[in-house]
C-alpha cells in the first residue's frame, strides 16, 4: 500500500444482472471455473432480489442479481451496454485458458481468441450476454507493460490530441 496516497487494495465484486441464475450458475461455475461462495436474498414483495458471488482466487467476486419483479429485471437486461468493449477480463494461466476452452466448446458456447501481442485472450459470452474475457501474459508482458509506464499521461495527452497512432507494436492480428 501506498502511504502517501492509499487508494483501495483491490476490486470486492464487479456486478451484473442475471435473468436466470441457474443458467448464470452453470456459466461461470461449471465452465468458468469460478465457485459460488455466497448468495444474498434481500428485499421483500417486488423488490425483492438475490445477489450471488462467484469468487477469484485473489478474493475478489463476479456477482449477478435476479430480480423477483420480471419487468424490472427486463429493464435493467435492456440498459446493459452490447458493445464488445463492455466486458469483465480475468487473468489467467494457459492451462486455465485452455481448460475453459474445451469446457465452453463442451457446453456448446462460442469462443473466440485474439491475440494482442502483450496477452492472449479467449472471449466467451455468457448467458445474458456479457462478455467474459480469460487473459494470460505473454512471457515478455512484465518488459512490455514497462515500456507503456514510461509516460503514460503524455501517450494520453497524444491521442486526445488526436495523435492516434498505435503503440502495441506486439499485436498479432
Given at each position: 500500500?501506498?502511504?502517501?496516497?492509499?487508494?483501495?487494495?483491490?476490486?470486492?465484486?464487479?456486478?451484473?444482472?442475471?435473468?436466470?441464475?441457474?443458467?448464470?450458475?452453470?456459466?461461470?461455475?461449471?465452465?468458468?471455473?469460478?465457485?459460488?461462495?455466497?448468495?444474498?436474498?434481500?428485499?421483500?414483495?417486488?423488490?425483492?432480489?438475490?445477489?450471488?458471488?462467484?469468487?477469484?482466487?485473489?478474493?475478489?467476486?463476479?456477482?449477478?442479481?435476479?430480480?423477483?419483479?420480471?419487468?424490472?429485471?427486463?429493464?435493467?437486461?435492456?440498459?446493459?451496454?452490447?458493445?464488445?468493449?463492455?466486458?469483465?477480463?480475468?487473468?489467467?494461466?494457459?492451462?486455465?485458458?485452455?481448460?475453459?476452452?474445451?469446457?465452453?466448446?463442451?457446453?456448446?458456447?462460442?469462443?473466440?481468441?485474439?491475440?494482442?501481442?502483450?496477452?492472449?485472450?479467449?472471449?466467451?459470452?455468457?448467458?445474458?450476454?456479457l462478455i467474459v474475457e480469460l487473459t494470460v501474459d505473454n512471457p515478455k508482458?512484465?518488459?512490455?507493460?514497462?515500456?507503456?509506464?514510461?509516460?503514460?499521461?503524455?501517450?494520453?495527452?497524444?491521442?486526445?490530441?488526436?495523435?492516434?497512432?498505435?503503440?502495441?507494436?506486439?499485436?498479432?492480428?
Open positions: 500500500m501506498n502511504s502517501t496516497n492509499p487508494r483501495p487494495s483491490r476490486l470486492h465484486h464487479h456486478a451484473f444482472v442475471s435473468s436466470d441464475l441457474e443458467a448464470t450458475r452453470q456459466f461461470y461455475e461449471d465452465v468458468i471455473g469460478l465457485p459460488l461462495s455466497v448468495t444474498w436474498c434481500e428485499g421483500e414483495g417486488d423488490q425483492a432480489y438475490c445477489h450471488a458471488f462467484f469468487d477469484l482466487e485473489d478474493g475478489s467476486s463476479l456477482a449477478f442479481f435476479q430480480l423477483a419483479d420480471p419487468a424490472a429485471a427486463q429493464t435493467h437486461l435492456q440498459a446493459k451496454p452490447t458493445s464488445a468493449f463492455y466486458h469483465v477480463a480475468l487473468n489467467a494461466t494457459q492451462d486455465v485458458m485452455d481448460r475453459v476452452a474445451q469446457k465452453a466448446k463442451d457446453a456448446g458456447h462460442e469462443a473466440m481468441v485474439l491475440d494482442h501481442g502483450y496477452c492472449s485472450s479467449l472471449y466467451l459470452t455468457d448467458p445474458d450476454g508482458a512484465a518488459s512490455l507493460i514497462a515500456e507503456r509506464q514510461k509516460n503514460p499521461h503524455q501517450e494520453l495527452s497524444n491521442w486526445l490530441a488526436g495523435d492516434h497512432t498505435a503503440n502495441n507494436l506486439v499485436r498479432h492480428d
